[in-house]
């Protein structure tokens, strides 16, 4: 009786970037641009770090673990995205939507408890030093890692699971490039208010907890010790500048659910297309150690290289 109530939502329709074609038409090449420097820039990093043994440490560890979360991150959405910049009907399926929501916020969620992580092993390594290596020990490091895929698993479990469990009436215009899951949430039947906070809520406290963390350990770092604090900064310059640039504007998304269109489109914009390809250029070009690293590859591989055309 009650589903034939409602009309079952199969499919949905973007509106995507803007409503200008000609525009869309010009994005192209910047967007298929910057798809494959996200794509080259953070598997270049995850290659660099596995194969030399001098960045075998926690930081880089979990630097490449960041990369590779990022990779994955906007390949789920980055693709589809600038395809359909060409299309004039951009369709998405309800499983791709489902799956698009899933992954996004799985590896959406992984990023961040690992820049917690990357936040407290430098706040170790500034504040104990002499402990540092007891306390980032490697089981430590695999332990952390597996601890922020299982939290990324549940939240978007959580998150897909609210999704299904409440029936959609549409209309099914998302005015969105992605499946963004405040968006769909709005299409639902019935309720949508406590729907939509418990599921902003749910994506909510992962910014929380960034900010909450970053703030404290750089407090704690300041009053450690006075000259700490100008080596403090210089080492997680790099981790404020993403956390506050690139994750700031989720709060904004998720918390205060602002309905501004195009501010949401905006703000969106940034953690699925520029945090994942500016990462690895804003930890790995201020890093001496992995300028070093690349060198070494390089060299390795031209090196190489020449070796065989000898031989
Ligand atoms: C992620 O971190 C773990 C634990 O340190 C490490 O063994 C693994 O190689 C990293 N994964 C990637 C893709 O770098």
């Keep these: ?92 399926s309800f499983g791709s939507c489902m799956m698009q929501i899933l992954s996004v916020h799985f590896f959406g969620a992984v990023e961040i408890v690992t820049l917690v992580m990357m936040g407290y092993d430098r706040y170790v390594a500034i504040c104990k030093p002499l402990h540092y290596s007891s306390i980032m020990g490697r089981q430590k490091c695999i332990g952390l890692v597996w601890v922020s895929w299982i ?7 959580i998150q897909v699971v609210i999704i299904l469990c409440s029936p959609l009436c549409g209309p099914k215009v998302l005015d969105s ?6 968006l769909v949430a709005k299409l639902a039947c019935v309720d949508t208010d406590t729907f939509a906070i418990v599921i902003n809520v749910n994506s ?33 310059t790099s981790h404020i500048i993403v956390v506050v ?25 940034f953690y699925i297309i520029i945090t994942p390809v500016l990462n690895p250029a804003t930890y790995t070009l201020r890093n001496k150690e992995i300028k070093n690293a690349i060198k070494r590859l390089v060299h390795g591989l031209s090196g190489r ?3 065989s055309q000898l031989a």
Aim: glycine share 4%; with cysteine; aromatic share 16%.
């Design 177 to 182: 490039f992605f499946c963004d899951i405040p």
């Design 1 to 92: 009786m009650e589903e034939g109530n409602q009309s079952v939502v199969s499919e949905f329709m973007f509106q995507g970037l803007c409503t200008s074609k000609e525009l869309q038409i010009f994005l192209f090449l910047p967007f298929s641009t910057i798809c494959l420097m996200t794509f080259v820039d953070n598997l270049f990093v995850v290659v660099v770090i596995i194969t030399d043994h001098h960045l075998h440490s926690p930081m880089y560890f979990l630097l490449a673990n960041l990369s590779f979360v990022d990779f994955c991150l906007s390949s789920v959405t980055t693709p589809k995205l600038t395809t359909d910049l060409l299309q004039d009907s951009k369709t998405i």
């Design 245 to 269: 640039l690139f994750y700031g504007p989720c709060i904004f998304i998720y918390l205060w659910a602002i309905n501004i269109t195009w501010v949401d489109k905006f703000l969106s914009m």
């Design 204 to 236: 909510g406290i992962f910014f929380i907890l960034l900010m909450i963390s970053y703030t404290y350990i750089l407090l704690t770092v300041f009053l450690h010790s006075k000259h700490g604090a100008s080596k403090a900064l210089s080492t997680c």
């Design 151 to 157: 939290i990324g698993f549940l939240h978007s479990i």
């Design 305 to 307: 290289s020449l070796a």
